[in-house]
């Protein structure tokens, strides 16, 4: 299994330039979610999804919309680019239930908006 | 709502010393708790976790985490601090299952631990 994956690693834009990152899991995870990391700030959700068709917004959610058509994809889109969306982004995925399971977590991808 | 306190920002231990990363939460009802790992240019890696049962939680490389409710703590804990363990260190927690919305983990801001040689 390669697990979680997200392309691309590094990534420039300009301000009001729009762009998607991918993210995809290969371990038939239903719940997927979107964060970033901005230093002294942790980890902050963005959006999540508990299956294809069903998403939710996270504590950070404007300015970034997603889509979940399939269980493998959860692609996390900018719509109109700005230097505060500067960050790394992970995303994670876990199998869902009753008792919580560990998430696993993507190598990141770090966005710089000029 | 829920939350995480990581009190210490930096944490220096040297090597062969036992080291502790501190963490206390706040959520309603019995909590799930979480370490995760992050070295550098990396993403995070699970360590650790606690649902329910004993107190003391062995995870990898090691690591162990005391659960103490009353103090609505989870700190880190390991007996013999090695050089490769310098990383980030984040504690997580999750509410009990209420909906879809409860699969929500909220972290700490993270704790740098450097192990000096």
């Known amino acids: 299994n390669a697990g979680v994956t997200q392309t691309p690693k590094f990534q420039v834009l300009k301000t009001g330039q729009s762009m998607t990152l991918q993210c995809a899991q290969d371990m038939n995870h239903e719940y997927m979610s979107w964060y970033r990391q901005d230093p002294g700030m942790g980890l902050r959700l963005i959006h999540y999804s508990v299956g294809a068709g069903i998403t939710d917004q996270g504590e950070v959610p404007n300015g970034y919309n997603v889509s979940r058509s399939t269980t493998e994809d959860f692609p996390l889109r900018l719509l109109s680019a700005a230097p505060s969306q500067t960050s790394v982004y992970f995303c994670?995925?876990?199998?869902?239930?009753?008792?919580?399971?560990?998430?696993?977590f993507g190598p990141g991808t770090r966005l710089t908006v000029l | 709502a829920q939350s995480v306190a990581q009190p210490e920002d930096q944490v220096n231990v040297a090597e062969g010393n036992p080291l502790t990363v501190k963490c206390t939460y706040s959520?309603?009802?019995?909590?799930?708790l979480f370490w995760y790992v992050q070295y550098p240019n990396r993403g995070l890696q699970f360590l650790l976790k606690?649902?329910?049962?004993?107190?003391l939680v062995k995870g990898s490389y090691g690591f162990e985490a005391e659960f103490n409710k009353s103090q609505t703590s989870f700190h880190l804990k390991k007996p013999s601090a090695l050089v490769s363990d310098s990383a980030l260190y984040f504690c997580?927690?999750?509410?009990?299952?209420?909906?879809?919305?409860?699969?929500?983990?909220?972290f700490g801001k993270g704790t740098k631990l450097s192990v000096i040689p």
């Open positions: 994670a995925s876990s199998p869902p239930g009753l008792v919580a399971d560990t998430q696993y």
């Open positions: 959520v309603s009802g019995n909590p799930y």
């Open positions: 606690y649902i329910t049962g004993d107190n």
């Open positions: 997580a927690v999750r509410a009990p299952y209420s909906g879809a919305g409860s699969y929500q983990l909220t």
